[in-house]
């Protein structure tokens, strides 16, 4: 396989390499991908993350499993693993379900590498197309609130909200974008407050608690938001505390946009409700971990619940900004 490089994905020497996004912004460091488990556990730990990428690092792995001169056989169980190592991310099926037809294709090999870097690049148009879409909805001087990771860290382009973000920043119409720190993993504080410092962009970083205390005294204009799945209804899975946004947002007259490549749609589920949540790990809330080390805040028996995302009712999105354009209906979503 031809080397490869984008923000958080590397391909060297026929070896799959990952930017370690649970270092950032401490630390720039890669790790080898090199099997199934070794992916599949940067997953859980969401040292890869974002929707899109999950499934392309799942795709590249695979061609290079294939290039390795792994069977038939041990490629289809290693999709089937890989499959489920996100439940809520329908990228990652989208992408392994057409790995999955170069998979029986005669030439599995050449076939899997073709599809997978065929991928790549069609992510990095897809993040193109949302940023000029989306861009298009922001007037001079705006005020931007964001929530999680959405930027090249969490795809092969220049991402998707975050991507809107950085190309309205370079036309000159962002006053100022405010960085949710997204608990309780802390996604906005270390990786999008990260990612608009390198960017140029102006950016001040709050904690998830104090969006509405500025949206009631008029500080945000919009907020912009990614999405790990849409359903048919346009219900929309996102990080944990995205709801909480389109409620305010709401309330305050905020125009509220998720912004997402068409391979986050899922035609084939009817609404949130049918959105599987994962459930995370108690002591992401009970305390902290990152490169500096470990600490427990909560008693040690504390009871949690923690679930990785929530589901934003279509009722409450003002549009959908996806590669193919602005969306502003949910019927017009699956046209």
């Known amino acids: ?94 992408n392994l379900d057409r790995m999955k037809q170069a998979l029986a294709q005669e030439n599995c ?32 001087g705006s005020r931007i609130l964001t929530h999680c990771n959405t930027g090249g860290l969490a795809t092969a382009g220049v991402g998707t909200a975050l991507g809107v973000i950085a190309l309205a920043h370079q036309q000159g119409n962002i006053s100022n974008v405010w960085v949710d720190e997204t608990r309780p993993l802390l996604q906005g ?23 509405a205390s500025l949206m009631a005294k008029g500080q945000v204009d919009a907020v912009w938001v990614g999405a790990d799945r849409i359903a048919a209804n346009g219900d929309v899975a996102n990080k944990i505390g995205t709801y909480s946004l389109a409620v305010l947002a709401k309330f305050h007259n905020v125009p509220f946009y998720v912004a997402a490549p068409q391979t986050t749609l899922d035609p084939h589920c009817p609404n949130g409700e049918a959105i599987p949540i994962e459930q995370r790990a108690a002591t992401e809330v009970t305390g902290v971990a990152g490169s500096f080390g470990a600490v427990q805040w909560a008693p ?14 279509a009722a409450l999105i003002s549009g959908w900004v996806l590669d193919s354009g602005v969306v502003t209906k949910a019927a017009d979503l699956f046209v």
């Not at 999008?192 to 104090?210: C, F, H, K, N, R």
């Not at 040690?300 to 009712?313: G, H, I, K, S």
């Open 189 to 211: 504080g270390r990786l999008t407050a990260w990612e608009l410092g390198e960017l140029g962009v102006p950016y001040q970083l709050i904690t998830d608690s104090m969006a």
């Open 300 to 313: 040690e028996d504390a009871q949690v619940y923690n679930p990785a995302f929530d589901v934003t009712p």
């Open 1 to 94: 396989m031809p080397s490869l490089q984008t923000t958080s994905l590397r391909i060297a020497e026929n070896r799959l390499f990952i930017l370690d996004q649970q270092a950032l912004p401490q630390e720039k460091r890669w790790l080898a991908a090199d099997s199934v488990d070794d992916l599949v556990g940067h997953i859980h730990a969401l040292r890869v993350r974002g929707a899109p990428l999950i499934g392309l690092s799942a795709s590249l792995l695979l061609a290079l499993l294939a290039a390795r001169g792994e069977s038939r056989e041990q490629l289809a169980q290693a999709l089937e693993t890989l499959r489920a190592a996100r439940p809520t991310a329908v990228n990652l099926m989208n």
């Open 109 to 140: 090999a050449d076939a899997l590498m073709t599809e997978a870097l065929r991928l790549v690049e069609e992510d990095k148009q897809l993040c193109d197309n949302i940023a000029q879409a989306g861009a298009a909805l922001i007037t001079p």
